[in-house]
């Protein structure tokens, strides 16, 4: 069912995951056309330079740099510099979306292992980057050295996909989801606040139930908020929700840190 749910989200996601790979990927192919045309330019200064030395049988200083300025070498080598490295900031980026998706869809086993919640919360948030692209802003406060937990990433980035996807559909006219995070001696709080539509307490007391949702039909499958509840269960962790209507919702997941 775990596994479902989260390939479920990932249809969901799906338009907005093409869109993010999308971009990169269009502006790589736009570079290359480009990188493309300054080979020809290599090409053409190459054939000059063995016409000059047949001609000449000789090629000065001064006619190459007159050859450089005639084809604007300068130009184009700085060009291409940037251009290569703008390249492969791209494929990382592909790669990390990615690498975040198979981390995602991996169905896994159930072992816990050491793990950051800051790095999960970076990858959820790659996951989910489309549908607050636009409309909303995120502020993650999420510190990249808190406390270590045991813990099961694929699964837990599958609780925070849970949540953000949630932030967003509250906020369909746009808001800020922040993310924050507090913490004591035994345990660390994630506490993932929008400033959406908000809950009444009736709400609040069925959001875990199963298949309840207050999505339209064919939308949400109800099982996304009790499916978080059964992982955040067998990670020892506690989830609270404290809400407002129309001020907003947040979410504070309670772990326990190492020792």
Do not use: W
Not at 5 to 30: C, D, T, Y
Not at 105 to 114: K, M, Q, R, T
Not at 189 to 197: A, E, M, N, R
């Amino acid at each position: 069912m775990i596994q479902s749910e989260k390939m479920a989200s990932l249809g969901h996601l799906a338009a907005g995951v093409a869109h993010e790979i999308n971009n990169p990927v269009a502006f790589i192919r736009s570079n290359m056309e480009v990188l493309k045309d300054y080979l020809s330019d290599y090409k053409l200064l190459s054939t000059e330079i063995e016409q000059s030395i047949e001609q000449n049988n000789l090629l000065t200083s001064s006619s190459f740099k007159d050859l450089r300025e005639k084809f604007d070498l300068n130009y184009i080598e700085e060009d291409s510099d940037d251009l290569l490295k703008s390249n492969i900031e791209g494929l990382d980026k592909v790669k990390e979306i990615v690498d975040n998706l198979k981390g995602f869809s991996h169905s896994g086993d159930e072992v816990l292992i050491e793990m950051s919640l800051h790095q999960c919360v970076i990858s959820a948030l790659q996951v989910v980057g489309n549908i607050f692209k636009y409309k909303h802003s995120v502020q993650n406060n999420v510190p990249d050295d808190c406390p270590l937990i045991l813990g099961n990433t694929g699964q837990l980035q599958q609780v925070f996909v849970n949540l953000f996807v949630n932030v967003a559909y509250a906020m369909k006219d746009g808001g800020t989801l922040t993310i924050d995070c507090s913490q004591d001696n035994e345990s660390i709080t994630i506490h993932v606040k929008d400033t959406g539509s908000g809950m009444d307490n009736k709400t609040i007391n069925q959001l875990f139930t199963p298949f309840f949702t207050t999505k339209p039909i064919g939308t949400g499958t109800g099982l996304g908020l009790s499916i978080s509840y059964s992982i955040l269960e067998a990670h020892n962790a506690q989830i609270s929700v404290e809400s407002k209507v129309n001020i907003g919702t947040t979410f504070n997941l309670q772990f326990p840190v190492i020792s």
